[in-house]
């Protein structure tokens, strides 16, 4: 029977002549997926369905940014050693080489029942199936002060790449020699683990060549380091001995924007030229708002098959929305990797095909530790059938023996070849 | 007719290769896909790491065991991922990106 309805609708879109050498676009009556959210996940999706589907399934990416920005390799832009325009990637290969229609908008709701996308700009998309990729936002209730008038844009979190890496670096380059940088990191988890820690060495690399007599303030909630904690702490020591100082179980509560103070929950409050709160995040809003996240209210449950929504048929959440697997970690790396399972697994739905049993895939997370010196973190997830859900493999895995310059090199020729497995 | 497909696919297939049969080509695709990330789609990769595609599966596979079985001196993550496979699942990748183009 399953074979049947997809012998009959692979004929129906062979005469259709969808199935050609071009990117055909729009205009057809082949299966309609919908993305919502064009990052790591959800642009990775987007490319692989029309390449694996050979451009049978059509896709709209609906994405209110005119460019992708890459968090991964952001923490250089407010270093000093790169520029956000070398981070910067266009969505245009999505169409000219892949036929992705792409909508420059935001989603205002989702219809699961009727499966209708509303935007923002009054536009209406049905879809066959949905996948939601929508990143984290911020849990801004928690920082009552971040929500005076004013205070977002003066005190940046730098989470989410763009305006944000840009104004950070700004306002380390206006600081003053002998200035304080303090950055707080809220509680597990939330995106790129090791991302808070790459930035204080970033940060820290800028200030020795150019503010020696600047600090950097590390005020963590954690008990410790949340990743590669041998290989930061080493670095602190090693090269920036005197600059860095890292204060563990230090739990931001609010934020003194005018005075530059940070508030904590059992600790002493700190003022700092420049502030740099990370608040604690969850799925993004078009996920809360839509019921997806299930888990506790801030993440999204999906069936690690096929990725979809826990909550809602012919639904799919991506990326750092989803409640993640043990070990597995809010990563672009691993964003992309549940784009292209995702991808497959739709593709097997909508054409009656069997669902792979037993994805596997891998995660690799490069941390700078200076402008050159890089760190890795490497581990390979397997579908573990009985658990259903997705465990690192035994054995598998680590991190590098030490900081090297070789690793930098493979750490930018991983930006590039992600960047263009994602959208080029 | 699933049963007659079945003994017929059974049939054409050689004990010895009978393991790899039953692999889905499709979800091997899914599997090599994971390397695109560092390696490039389809094991086209960008300048400044090794590209996969069109490489003979023999090589790729003895590439693998080396590293997996710690034989590659001085290596830096691939000796770490290369034991998140088993061996059958690294000889149906390398198969994989031995069929692509160059």
């Known amino acids: 029977m399953q074979r049947r309805h997809f012998l009959q609708t692979g004929s129906a879109l062979g005469a259709m002549g969808l199935v050609s050498g071009c990117a055909t676009m729009g205009g057809g009556s082949g299966p309609k997926v919908v993305v919502i959210g064009g990052g790591y996940a959800g642009a990775t999706a987007a490319k692989y369905l029309r390449m694996w589907s050979e451009h049978k399934i059509q896709v709209t990416l609906v994405e209110p940014s005119d460019a992708f920005i890459s968090c991964p390799m952001s923490n250089l832009v407010i270093g000093g050693s790169k520029t956000i325009t070398e981070i910067t990637t266009p969505y245009d290969n999505l169409t000219k080489r892949h036929g992705v229609k792409i909508i420059k ?248 095909k069997e669902v792979n049993p037993m994805p596997i895939y891998n995660n690799t997370c490069y941390s700078y530790v200076s402008t050159k010196d890089v760190v890795h973190v490497a581990s390979v997830h397997r579908y573990d059938a009985e658990k259903k859900t997705m465990l690192t493999v035994t054995g598998s895995g680590g991190v590098s023996s030490a900081a090297n310059e070789l690793e930098g090199v493979y750490a930018w020729s991983w930006a590039q070849n992600i960047w263009a497995d994602t959208l080029a | 007719m699933k049963i007659q497909q079945t003994l017929t696919l059974t049939a054409l297939v050689t004990l010895s290769g009978l393991a790899q049969a039953q692999l889905d080509p499709v979800h091997v695709r899914s599997w090599a896909a994971s390397c695109a990330a560092c390696h490039g789609t389809n094991g086209h990769a960008q300048p400044g790491m090794i590209s996969l595609a069109g490489v003979p599966k023999e090589v790729t596979i003895q590439k693998m065991l080396d590293y997996k079985a710690g034989r590659v001196p001085a290596a830096t993550i691939m000796h770490q991922l290369a034991k998140g496979y088993s061996d059958e699942q690294i000889a149906a990748i390398a198969g994989y990106f031995a069929a692509q183009k160059k």
């Not at chain 1, 536009?123 to 929500?147: A, H, K």
């Open chain 1, 105 to 352: 908008d935001r989603v205002n709701t989702i219809d699961a029942d009727k499966r209708i996308v509303k935007l923002a700009g009054g536009t209406e998309l049905t879809y066959d199936r949905l996948i939601v990729s929508p990143g984290v936002d911020f849990m801004w209730e928690t920082l009552p002060g971040m929500n005076r008038a004013g205070a977002k844009e003066q005190v940046m979190h730098a989470w989410k790449a763009g305006e944000q890496t840009v104004t950070l670096r700004k306002q380390l380059e206006a600081m003053p020699d002998g200035g304080v940088f303090a950055m707080s990191i809220p509680l597990a988890p939330y995106r790129c683990p090791p991302g808070p820690y790459e930035r204080a060495c970033q940060v820290a690399d800028y200030f020795t060549k150019a503010k020696p007599k600047s600090k950097v303030l590390i005020l963590d909630a954690n008990d410790d380091v949340t990743s590669k904690p041998g290989l930061f702490k080493k670095a602190w020591t090693d090269r920036y001995k005197g600059i860095i100082e890292y204060r563990s179980k230090h739990n931001v509560t609010d934020v003194d924007v005018a005075n530059k103070t940070v508030k904590f929950e059992f600790n002493e409050d700190v003022k700092a030229s420049v502030l740099n709160v990370i608040p604690s995040m969850r799925a993004g809003d078009i996920a809360v708002n839509a019921g997806l996240a299930t888990a506790n209210k801030r993440w999204c449950e999906v069936d690690f098959l096929t990725f979809e929504s826990k909550a809602a048929k012919n639904v799919h959440v991506l990326g750092d929305a989803i409640q993640v697997a043990p070990l597995m970690p809010k990563s672009g790396h691993m964003a992309n990797q549940h784009g292209k399972t995702c991808a497959a697994a739709v593709i097997a739905l909508l054409m009656g």
